[in-house]
């Protein structure tokens, strides 16, 4: 998997509700942001159909479905995602999902395993009924992942640097520039952080869809990965 350009490390959570926002936001950040991300609330609103006419149009599309199921469906969501040209679909890092996810996966297609939600907590984990901390199941999830034949891993920007030792691609959401709020997200770094932790990518969604302007905003994070590069 390629990160040659900074522009490639830089993908777009494209988390809106309809399609002409997801459309003023491409048109935006058009030559700054490399892979665009249609996750699940744009995917309830026209969203795939959009993933699929942005990946013929050469874009580079990561479908964040998340996906969870018995091995039969998820192999079928693999296949069928795999037909839109996406060049990314996520599934959750169990090991089943990600088993059945890379049997299916067609050409072309990296199938990322999502670790442990940025925006849980060691007490989220409590309350979801998990003994473990956060950090020891990122750990064991990375494992899996890498296991079970995933290309790509995502994780928080500083699980990030056991994640590389895995030998895949990793991509961290969770990441601020300092004047950035982080909203719902606990495991927050800037881009820099990720990418000296060993980030290839970093996803980012609000602070460029809801600033006044997008571009500048992308711009603010492609600049900053940049300067990550020029230090490692
Ligand atoms: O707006 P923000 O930058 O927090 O968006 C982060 C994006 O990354 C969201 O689309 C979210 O669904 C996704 N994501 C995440 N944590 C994960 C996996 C995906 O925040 N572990």
């Not at 079970?148 to 990030?160: N, T």
């Not at 992308?218 to 020029?230: F, Q």
Request: aromatic share 4%; net charge negative.
């Amino acid at each position: 998997m390629k990160f040659a350009a900074a522009e490639d490390r830089l993908i777009l959570a494209l988390d809106v509700a309809d399609r002409a926002a997801a459309e003023r936001l491409v048109e935006a950040t058009d030559g700054i942001v490399g892979v665009y991300k249609v996750g699940l609330e744009f995917a309830m609103a026209g969203g795939i159909d959009f993933a699929g006419e942005l990946a013929r149009s050469g874009r580079a599309v990561f479908l964040d479905m998340k996906l969870l199921d018995i091995p039969n469906t998820v192999a079928g969501a693999t296949r069928t995602a795999g037909a839109l040209g996406v060049k990314y679909l996520t599934v959750h890092a169990y090991p089943q999902a990600v088993r059945a996810a890379a049997s299916a996966r067609p050409e072309g297609l990296a199938v990322v395993a999502v670790t442990v939600l940025t925006s849980l907590a060691d007490t989220d984990l409590t309350e979801a009924g998990y003994h473990t901390k956060v950090d020891a199941l990122v750990s064991e999830r990375i494992a899996a992942a890498a296991a079970s034949g995933a290309d790509a891993i995502v994780c928080a920007p500083f699980e990030a640097t056991e994640a590389k030792r895995s030998g895949l691609a990793v991509i961290t959401p969770g990441v601020r520039l300092a004047e950035d709020p982080s909203g719902d997200q606990k495991r927050v770094a800037t881009p820099q952080q990720a990418i000296l932790a060993g980030a290839d990518a970093i996803v980012v969604g609000r602070p460029i869809n809801a600033a006044p302007d997008p571009r500048e905003a992308a711009s603010r994070y492609r600049d900053a990965i940049v300067e990550a590069l020029g230090a490692l």
